[in-house]
């Protein structure tokens, strides 16, 4: 067996020792303290302890959560479309759902994790060269279109050419 198997087998008998609800009363998930990755942290419920007492309470506490969330990813999804920033919203609305369900709090360190490594890739000397390149290439493409059509047309707009 390797390491990872093993923590995946720690982790799996952690949450099956817990209630099947998903409910985490002992041992809730709490911010990571000074020197512990966000990946240590327990995953599920961050409610109040005094919403998870009760099992009616925390269920309303869920679904709560879960319109919430909703609400904010739908405009979110809006605003991928429309004026907004569509992205930022959706990442927000997961966020809100992280405090609640663990499936999301896997996607948001599956995220996060992504995230992470594109910018080390984009930090590498290499590709910002390449980056560099690219970019100063396109712009010199776009002046030369840019200088053709004041050279052929002078500063008419498009729609005012008569041709």
């Known amino acids: 067996m390797n390491a990872q198997s093993d923590e995946r087998d720690e982790a799996v ?3 099956a020792s817990g209630p099947a609800t998903g409910d985490v009363t002992a041992g809730a998930a709490l911010p990571p303290q000074e020197g512990e990755k966000e990946e240590d942290r327990e995953l599920g ?25 909703l609400a904010v990813v739908g405009a979110g999804v ?6 907004g920033p569509g992205w930022v919203v959706i990442f927000g609305g997961m966020a809100i ?36 390149i690219l970019t100063t290439v396109g712009l010199v493409i776009i002046a030369v279109l840019v200088g053709i059509y004041l050279w052929k047309f002078g500063l008419a707009m498009p729609w005012n050419i008569d041709e």
């Open 13 to 15: 008998a952690a949450t």
């Open 45 to 69: 419920s961050r409610a109040p302890h005094f919403i998870k007492r009760s099992r009616t309470l925390h269920i309303s506490w869920q679904v709560g959560v879960f319109v919430v969330g």
């Open 78 to 83: 809006a605003m991928l479309v429309l004026p």
């Open 97 to 132: 759902w992280a405090t609640e369900f663990v499936w999301a709090q896997l996607v948001l360190r599956w995220t996060k994790r992504k995230v992470t490594e594109a910018a080390q890739r984009a930090l590498d000397p290499k590709v910002r060269r390449r980056n560099i």
